[in-house]
């Protein structure tokens, strides 16, 4: 049987170094949601942590290791998530983080970034130019490249709450998980395929950020001209070959949203339940609520990824008055 690149051994002892307040988050049946989405659906809710994203269960692996050898300097790409993760796991430990993003990247992220105490350095053109950008300056400083879903210290991170979900009081059928680079997927997956391969592995990716979902699907990588989509944590135009290698092993389906279904979940998320997610997050929701019937009867498990989001946007998104952002 193929392997993945991860390791459940160390999943397990990722748990050790981790953050506690990054763990054990909260997972409940939300019956708010279900007479919307005509199945019972249960929240894991990755935003109830100092950084509102599951982005630092990694990087905590990655500010632990690097200060364990004595390095004093990393670099990222990110749209916004990781490098606020990065910047938080990193400051208390004495290392230098410079985030290299998209000018396009959402405001409330880039601030929240500056405010952590990283370096910003903002680039013309999208993700994949941040990328090329911030291997450039590893190379250039001699410092370590961060960089998320090709580095298992992302994956297995986030493959920690695959062991929390399979841990779980009730049993679920199916979990929906946000698909963007790909180390969400890959480690959920991994861990889930090993401890609850009954369960359903369901990818969600924007229609118009497709290029993981059509790699998925072709079996190989296959990159787009564009991703054009206002969930800007899974807008990726460039699969990595390891990660798409992982992802066909543990992933059951991949599906893709229209922008109104994502826009839809997230209002429904607000006014059902009280939460702010940010657009990636809401994947999950938007990919029931366009397969109503692929999902009745069954008890679904979505994972609210982030919950970083822009106030004015945020309101254009779901008609909320800005009052209601905190």
């Known amino acids: ?165 399979a841990a779980a009081a009730r049993p679920f059928d199916a979990v929906l998980i946000a698909l963007g680079g790909g180390a969400l997927a890959t480690g959920v997956g991994h861990v889930l395929k090993e401890a609850a391969p009954g369960v359903e592995v369901i990818c969600v990716q924007p229609l118009r950020a497709p290029a993981m979902t059509l790699s998925w699907r072709a079996r190989r990588v296959v990159t787009t001209d564009s991703a054009d989509t206002i969930a800007d944590g899974v807008a990726g135009r460039c699969p990595l070959p390891a990660v798409l290698d992982d992802l066909l092993l543990v992933a059951d389906d991949a599906v893709l949203v229209e922008e109104a279904s994502i826009v839809a979940g997230m209002r429904l998320l607000l006014d059902r339940a009280g939460l702010v997610a940010e657009p990636s997050a809401a994947l999950g929701v938007a990919a029931i609520l366009e397969d109503r019937d692929r999902f009745a009867g069954r008890h679904v498990v979505t994972l609210l990824c982030g919950g970083n989001v822009d106030a004015r946007a945020y309101h254009r998104w779901v008609g909320a008055a800005p009052g209601r952002i905190r």
């Open 1 to 165: 049987m193929q392997r993945t690149r991860l390791d459940t051994a160390r999943i397990r002892a990722a748990r050790r170094v981790i953050d506690p307040v990054f763990l054990d988050t909260p997972l409940y049946r939300c019956e708010a949601l279900e007479p919307d989405l005509g199945c019972e659906v249960s929240i894991k809710l990755e935003t109830a942590n100092p950084v509102r994203s599951f982005k630092a269960r990694g990087t905590e692996l990655v500010a632990a290791r690097l200060a364990a050898t004595g390095a004093s300097a990393v670099v990222c790409a990110s749209a916004g998530n990781l490098g606020q993760a990065l910047a938080w796991s990193a400051r208390g430990r004495g290392i230098d983080v410079t985030v290299v993003a998209s000018r396009s990247a959402t405001a409330a992220k880039l601030d929240r970034i500056r405010a952590l105490g990283a370096r910003l350095e903002l680039v013309d053109g999208d993700h994949e130019s941040a990328r090329e950008r911030a291997a450039a300056l590893a190379r250039r400083d001699g410092i370590r490249l961060l960089e998320d879903s090709l580095d298992l210290e992302t994956c297995e991170g986030a493959a920690t709450i695959g062991l929390e979900l």
